[in-house]
């Protein structure tokens, strides 16, 4: 990892250029999603970074908890709406952890680290912990789970996604995310919450199927809260807007070669920080105690930065 970059990049103080030219076709999906459009937004050179550079295997990153948590819930609401109880729940998450045992490489982690499967299942659980308290999963009608959404262009864009839980209610379709992270208010100082933007296109993107939708709700699912997203045509709008446009910038980097890095905040929890030219000259830059997750959450698992470059 550490001479990963060698060779491959030119990276300066304002920018990310992408020497091999493998790696060049890399940087830039074919299809976007939600989520790449509000990373490429935050830096260009780390979207870009993060489509070729290897992530190490961290089973206790909050990307990895969450993906374990999803499979419950998927699980757990593909069962008849009569056996989705708490009791179900229990066997679900013994089913889905072992399975993921039968892993070669988590298996070796944990031979390797044998103390880390306790806060690996104890992390899990949390993440779990508060469905229940925000609905009775026996009492929904479920319409589908981790639906993929393709053949979908919002704003001239293909567009990429999966909605985790489909539910009807009064005859018309309600979007359901989990997050597994720590609670986020609908708006911040820093504008309006990610987590609603991403539903918002998912809201857009069931409109251009055809489809009848009439909300969209966001689950935290570690703190038993969930609230509403504003799915206001202007919003929605916006929020459209903006995903192309951050398209369109993405693809202008490529043809130029040059992915603009954007220092601020979140340098500090960035894996290439030690690396970065622009990060490095910042005084700004501060390495946190904190992590993120993929949704930007804070959570207390910091990256080891040291092991990188
Ligand atoms: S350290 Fe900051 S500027 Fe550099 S790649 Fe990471 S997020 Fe971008």
Known sequence: MEHFLEGKVDWDVNSLGITDEELQKKAVPRAFSPSASKASAACMAR???DRFVPRPFDPLSPADIGTIAHSIFEELFNEKSVNRTR????????????DALKNDE???????????????RSLIIKACSGLFTIFNPSE????????????????????????????????SLVIWD?????????????GDCEHDTQQRLYFAALICQGRN?????????SEGKARKVNTDETKVADDVKHFAENYATLLQCQKQNSYPNKTGVLCGWCPYVK??????????VKYSRHALDESGDATGKAYNVDELF
Not at 87 to 98: A, D, I, P, S, W
Not at 111 to 117: F, K, L
Request: aromatic residues 12%; negative net charge; contains cysteine.
């Open 178 to 190: 989990y997050k597994t992270g720590k609670y986020m208010p609908e708006a911040s100082r820093f």
């Open 106 to 120: 988590l298996h070796k982690y944990f031979t390797e680290n044998p103390d880390d499967q306790t806060l690996w």
């Open 213 to 221: 939708v009439s909300g969209a709700n966001l689950a935290y699912t």
């Open 47 to 49: 979207f870009a970074l």
């Open 275 to 284: 690396a970065c030219p622009a990060a490095q000259m910042s005084v700004n």
């Open 87 to 98: 009791k179900r729940g229990n066997e679900l998450f013994k089913h889905v952890t072992q």
């Open 140 to 171: 929904v009608e479920v319409i589908g789970t981790e639906e993929k959404l393709y053949n979908v262009q919002l704003g001239g864009v293909d567009m990429i996604g999966y909605i985790d839980l489909l539910l009807e209610e009064d005859e």
